[in-house]
């Protein structure tokens, strides 16, 4: 089983978008695809249609080894399951500072789901926390969507930071740009020359379009339009992060 | 929580698919019409392993899913350009990955396609959210034959994390009228229709039915085994379904011929020498065809094993493969058509068949199987021991070939008799003479390969062809297969010492010769 996290400090950089294509696209390859929907406001759980609603809340989630398989959903794509969001998982920090190895927890959550899942993607809170620790630790990569400006570039080396100085492994890393604007100068100059330090950026980015905004009215991912400008993007993403996965 | 239910002949699918919109608040999502295959190898291992692997269009391409029989959960699936025949057809995928260490090599077949008239329902909440799929299909059998009568099911699909709402639709659909329970695979179901034995490609040696039945009873029903294996195989064979069906077919013959000779005295002489030569020609026959289906195998192989630049050398040699193969496989095949084939299996198979007389001037033919058995199974076992210790690793590789057709030999006379020993202390027997067989196995595979590679050097050289290429290709093979080959026969040594063990000695003893 691998565990991807969609994860980045900021916020609105198309971490769910991501997550929610990603996870589709793997699923329709055949993949037994586990979507975990870490985020308090739930968006993840909104385009998939499942309720924002875990019985016991966050507090029953990190309680016992099992907890996690109680609360597994279907979506209505075949192979592709859920654990929805909930509203207390803004609590989780609290929650895990109550806990033995606290940053360890969240692996520890996933071990018995191994055999069951191929592929895992945690869709992340905006945060550096204990949570976000936990993720680290629990996850094969870090894919961080980013913007091609230079504030983001910032977080990310903020990011790389941490790892550096935690002993985290920074080849886990994964950067690539999202939400591309190729109208902005910057936007296409950063995509075609794109940065190689602190760690070098994925080939794929997933450029702005309105057909991804629109998921939050269709409650689907865009992916599952086939041929779109957006499924296209993602499903390179997609091949390009199995390909570094597999080796 | 069941899942399927079968559809009453006299209950119009679309008075059902009306009756549960109404009774269940959800909604036609899906109603067409297609074909679909049902595809597995020629011995049905998928099915065996309680899955279903289905071809249905697509686009422009196939969609394949694999389905777990017992309760039709789908596993995985993939998008195929068009119909596999082989695993390497498959895009790489989960269900490549899944598929291989099932089917190997072996061919994917149509063994049945289905004309299916399809609905699909679902169950949503306010949120339009599915909480459940109803899936409704009549499926006409279109081959191997034309069938009539469709059958027609309701299979249930639940989706994980809404139990409530499962429970009430199952509740429901208990009660409907129109449907019952069904609690067989629909594949099971259309098997049955049509009759057909998955169980005609086990190759397993059959087995005497009680330690105190006549040896040639006991004998002429496993051969009788053996020679539908053959049977079964033979149309297979000349069709070149796959090299597994030549392999299981030679595997039949070597089965027989080990029988008819490892129980002397329990067959009538002059008609046992008889078969045994046919059976000798028969299996001699088959040779040039699987040894060239070795080394076609092992071409990834190989191309692993050499650097990049030298794959194109190996190009040439298998053109030549291919086009030897052909011409011995057409061989083959006018021989097992030809009409004094036919006159043999038939005099044979009446041979088999004949009642067995209650005086015999056969020594051994009236003589309790699992006694019999016994003594040359522990016979085997000693030449075993005594040939395996003078091997060294300096030994011809003819002495390695030996010692590997006694272990057959062996082996095969063992599991015509398994049932008649204590479970457990056979299995451990035919588990150490299996890993020693593989060792064996290994090193004679290596010995062939080298040999046939040196010829094949020879024989395009003869013909004026091969590229320098190929020659660098050809000799760096050779020279590291003959590296593996070392190391082979050091593994082997080792395998045969624990074989040789007194411990094990007392094992074989105790049940063959206590």
């Known amino acids: 089983m691998k565990t991807i996290a969609l994860y980045n400090i900021k916020g609105g950089v198309g971490k769910t978008a991501t997550a929610v294509n990603l996870a589709y696209l793997c699923a329709q390859e055949g993949y037994s695809t586990l979507l975990w929907d870490l985020d308090p406001q739930g968006a993840a759980s909104f385009y998939y249609r499942i309720k924002s609603k875990l019985k016991g809340g966050a507090d029953r989630l990190v309680e016992n080894k099992d907890s996690l398989t109680a609360a597994i959903k279907a979506t209505d794509y075949p192979l592709l399951e859920m654990i929805p969001a909930d509203f207390s998982l803004r609590n989780l920090d609290l929650l895990l500072e109550g806990r033995k190895k606290p940053t360890k927890r969240l692996r520890k959550l996933l071990e018995p789901l191994e055999q069951q899942y191929d592929y895992v993607f945690i869709d992340c809170a905006p945060s550096i926390s204990l949570v976000s620790e936990s993720v680290f630790l629990a996850s094969d990569a870090l894919l961080i969507p980013t913007i091609p400006t230079t504030l983001s570039l910032r977080t990310l080396q903020q990011i790389h930071r941490y790892f550096d100085d935690n002993a985290l492994d920074t080849a886990t890393l994964l950067p690539f740009f999202s939400m591309v604007d190729s109208r902005r100068q910057m936007h296409r100059i950063m995509v075609e020359h794109p940065p190689q330090k602190p760690v070098p950026f994925l080939q794929a980015h997933i450029p702005y379009l309105s057909e991804i905004e629109r998921m939050g009215t269709e409650r689907k991912p ?26 | ?121 679902t169950v949503t909440n306010h949120h339009d959210k599915t909480l459940a799929r109803l899936q409704l299909e009549s499926c006409r059998i279109t081959a191997p034959k034309q069938v009539r009568q469709a059958q027609a099911h309701l299979i249930f699909l639940p989706l994980r994390g809404y139990p409530k709402q499962a429970r009430r639709i199952h509740a429901l659909l208990e009660q409907q009228p129109g449907l019952s329970a069904s609690h067989t695979a629909a594949l099971t179901d259309y098997l049955n229709t049509l009759r057909i034995d998955i169980h005609h490609f086990d190759n ?73 030569r046919q059976l000798k020609r028969l299996g001699e026959l088959t040779t040039p065809v699987r040894d060239i289906d070795v080394i076609l195998l092992n071409l990834d192989h190989y191309r692993a094993l050499l650097p990049h630049d030298q794959h194109p050398g190996l190009a040439p040699v298998e053109a030549y493969l291919q086009r030897e193969r052909e011409r011995h496989h057409r061989q083959l095949g006018r021989q097992l058509t030809s009409r004094q084939h036919q006159q043999w299996i038939s005099a044979y198979q009446r041979f088999l068949s004949q009642p067995e007389h209650t005086r015999t001037p056969l020594p051994n033919a009236k003589q309790p199987i699992r006694s019999q058995l016994s003594q040359h199974l522990w016979k085997h076992y000693q030449s075993i021991l005594g040939l395996g210790a003078e091997i060294s690793p300096r030994s011809p590789d003819e002495a390695l070939h030996t010692l590997r057709k006694r272990c057959k030999q062996l082996r095969y006379l063992i599991e015509f008799g398994q049932h008649l020993y204590p479970t457990e202390k056979i299995q451990r027997i035919i588990v150490l003479l299996k890993k020693l067989q593989d060792r064996l196995g290994k090193c004679q595979d290596l010995h062939l390969q080298i040999t046939h590679l040196g010829q094949i050097e020879q024989t395009l050289t003869q013909q004026g062809q091969p590229p320098l290429a190929t020659k660098h290709a050809l000799t760096s093979l050779v020279k590291q297969l003959s590296a593996q080959q070392q190391q082979c026969r050091a593994d082997f040594l080792a395998c045969f010492e624990v074989f040789a063990s007194a411990r094990h000695r007392a094992n074989v003893k105790e049940l063959f010769n206590p």
């Open chain 2, 204 to 276: 397993q040696a059959s087995v005497a039915s009680s330690p105190d039945q006549r040896s040639d009873q006991a004998l002429k029903q496993a051969l009788l085994h053996q020679l539908s294996q053959m049977r079964h195989h033979h149309q297979p064979v000349i069709d070149d379904i796959d090299a597994e069906c030549l392999h299981d077919y030679r595997v039949a013959i070597r089965r027989s011929r080990t029988l008819v000779k490892g129980l002397p005295g329990t067959l009538p002489k002059s008609h046992a020498q008889r078969h045994l």
């Open chain 1, 222 to 247: 865009a992916s599952a339009a086939g041929s779109s400008r957006s499924a296209k993007a993602y499903l390179a993403l997609w091949h390009e992060l199995k390909a570094r996965l597999t080796g």
């Open chain 2, 1 to 121: 929580m069941l899942t399927r239910f079968d559809i009453d002949p006299g209950t119009p699918m679309a008075i059902l698919r009306h009756q549960l919109m109404s009774q269940l608040a959800c909604e036609v999502v899906v109603q067409r019409q297609f074909p679909r295959q049902l595809l597995d190898t020629l011995d049905w291992r998928l099915y065996k392993n309680g899955y279903q692997l289905s071809a249905e269009p697509q686009g422009h391409a196939l969609l394949l899913q694999l389905h777990r029989l017992n309760d039709d959960v789908l596993i995985s699936q993939a998008l195929c350009p068009q119909r596999p025949n082989f695993i390497h057809d498959i895009p790489s995928s989960k269900l490549h990955q899944l598929l291989q260490p099932q089917i190997e090599q072996r061919r994917l077949l149509t063994q049945l396609s289905l004309h299916v008239d399809h609905s699909e329902l």
